[in-house]
């Protein structure tokens, strides 16, 4: 049997553990979300997100343990998210792997939530092979990355304001849509014409690799203001699909221009909105087009879950070994940062 590794993830609003068995083979995943208890706010309530977490973390685990067949004494070694995220949800995690570590006396690893998303690409398949350019697209975060090589990682452009998914979350709200507003502005664009409303795309300076939401989103926003006074009835669909293809046309576009500009000859997809549809149907598309390999993971395995931390943390502890006992939570914990 290869190594096993407890991945576990309390970020934000999921609450997860999972084995995964030499660092690519899922043995079993759990992930319990919370959203139920967050859509009324319309968001993440962070101290409800904690409670909620410390309630689940133990049983959660089990379950993972249980479901890969294995017990306790099996386990290698505890990977566990220690940044970026909200820090009481985080701080959930992070003591009880340091308690497990401790208790089983195994190695504990801290892991990076965004290095945790891209590794979900090598939970399914082939694993990719480096060097690759990855864009990161979730809730909090869009980073264009060239990655050379496990750990050497590059940042070619991020967003300035709004990350991607945060853009999808509120335009879904202002479209009376629920929370989280990705899935859902997915669901109703495909019923609508992406070509219906030209909505502005951000491309910033010249060369630029940054990206740029809130222009978009308050143009979304504008429109429907003025529909609305106009007493003009609005095709919800239409906005859904025009808005997703501006975005997902941003994207694509400087995706495959960093690649180019790299010379990279495979690209992956990270994150929560790499579940998208357009997104991943898009990009496929047009790098086919150019000759490049593109992979994305399971949509599953694109939203939070904690197979992916175990999968980083397993890299991650082959190139730099155990993290110390001590470890924190790190809410803003940046890419390659290696916090204690
Ligand atoms: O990676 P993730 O699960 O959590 C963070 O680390 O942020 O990403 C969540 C984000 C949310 O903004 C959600 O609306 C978005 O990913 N999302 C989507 C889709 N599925 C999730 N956005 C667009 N299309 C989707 N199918
Ligand atoms: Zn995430």
Redesign the pocket.
């Known amino acids: 049997m290869g190594t096993l590794i407890l991945g576990i993830e309390t970020?934000?609003d999921?609450t997860a553990a999972a084995v995964v068995e030499g660092g690519t083979r899922v043995r079993s995943n759990v992930v319990s979300s919370q959203v139920d208890l967050h859509a009324k706010y319309g968001g993440v309530v962070p101290e409800i997100a904690s409670r909620r977490h410390l309630e689940l973390i133990l049983p959660i685990i089990k379950e993972a343990i249980d479901g890969a067949g294995i017990g306790l004494d099996d386990l290698d070694a505890v990977a566990v998210t220690q940044g970026p995220?909200l820090v009481g949800a985080l701080l959930v995690g992070v003591a009880t792997g340091k308690a497990l570590a401790y208790a089983r006396g195994i190695p504990l690893i801290g892991v990076n939530?965004?290095e945790g998303?891209i590794y979900a690409n090598f939970l399914s398949g082939e694993p990719p092979e480096f060097p690759l350019v990855c864009l990161v697209?979730?809730?909090?975060?869009t980073d264009l990355l060239y990655i050379e090589d496990h750990g050497r990682v590059e940042v070619l452009g991020r967003t300035r304001d709004d990350?991607?998914?945060?853009a999808?979350?509120k335009v879904?709200r202002t479209l009376g849509l629920g929370?989280?507003?990705?899935?859902?502005?997915?669901?109703l664009a495909q019923k609508g014409d992406p070509a219906a409303l030209a909505f502005p795309r951000a491309y910033l300076e010249e060369g630029s690799l940054d990206f740029s939401f809130s222009g978009l989103k308050t143009a979304v926003l504008v429109y429907l203001e003025k529909e609305k006074e106009a007493d003009h009835p609005v095709n919800r669909a239409d906005v859904a699909a025009s808005f997703?293809n501006a975005v997902v046309d941003v994207l694509v576009d400087k995706t495959l221009a960093a690649a180019q500009r790299k010379a990279a000859k495979r690209i992956i997809l990270?994150?929560?909105?790499?579940?998208?549809?357009?997104?991943r149907s898009e990009l496929a598309l047009r790098a086919r087009n150019l000759g490049l390999q593109v992979s994305f993971p399971p949509?599953a395995l694109?939203?939070?879950?904690a197979a992916m931390i175990a999968s980083a943390g397993y890299f991650t502890w082959l190139r730099r070994g155990a993290s110390p006992l001590n470890l924190n939570a790190v809410p803003n914990l940046e890419l390659g940062g290696e916090g204690n």
């Open positions: 970020s934000c999921e995220g939530h965004l998303h697209v979730s809730g909090g975060h990350a991607a998914g945060e999808f979350d879904a929370y989280p507003g990705g899935p859902q502005v997915d669901a997703q990270a994150g929560g909105v790499a579940a998208n549809t357009r997104l949509p694109c939203t939070d879950n």
